[in-house]
């Protein structure tokens, strides 16, 4: 399956969609780093705390841009079908929670990685997971 999924990246039926989710995924990355570093350095919040949150924002954020470019053939729109889709994605990404931070805490505390190097690889990690529930269930 992840072979199938590279090699999409560069050729195949779903190469557009995967690099649109992965520039949408890449821009929402940096603000979710961005947010973790204000709320763990700037207001001083766990860095586990810190990461859900900023997690949750993004998750929007992310719905919001998907929506309209990444899956905008198939887009929800409407209110209706909107909110689903909203309610949707936060169920894929929110399953994907739990991988993201069990991963971030594992590199911090196990491997002592800053916490940021942590989330980034954390990112990464979930990111192919919400790929594909995305593409078959949100917008599927």
């Known amino acids: 399956m992840l072979r199938y999924l590279l090699r999409n990246l560069v050729d195949g039926p779903l ?3 995967l690099r649109r989710f ?3 995924g890449a821009f929402t990355a940096g603000v ?5 570093w204000a709320f763990v350095d700037v207001a001083r919040l766990h860095y586990l705390f810190g990461a859900v949150v900023a997690i949750e924002i993004t998750i929007v954020l992310s719905y919001v841009l998907n929506n309209a470019w990444t899956f905008r053939d198939s887009r929800n ?3 209706v ?6 309610f949707r994605t936060n169920v ?5 929670i ?3 931070i069990g991963v971030l805490f594992a590199l911090v505390e196990w491997l002592s990685l800053w916490y940021l190097v942590g989330n980034a690889i954390a990112i990464f990690v979930s990111g192919l997971y919400r ?3 995305d593409a078959t269930w949100t917008w599927g």
């Not at 979710?32 to 973790?36: D, I, P, V, Y």
């Not at 079908?81 to 909203?86: A, C, F, I, Q, V």
């Open 77 to 79: 729109v409407g209110w």
């Open 81 to 86: 079908d909107y909110l689903t889709g909203l």
């Open 92 to 96: 894929v990404r929110g399953t994907a």
């Open 98 to 100: 739990p991988i993201q």
């Open 32 to 36: 979710q780093m961005l947010l973790l």
């Open 22 to 24: 992965v520039l949408v």
């Open 15 to 17: 190469a557009v969609q």
């Open 131 to 133: 790929f594909v529930l």
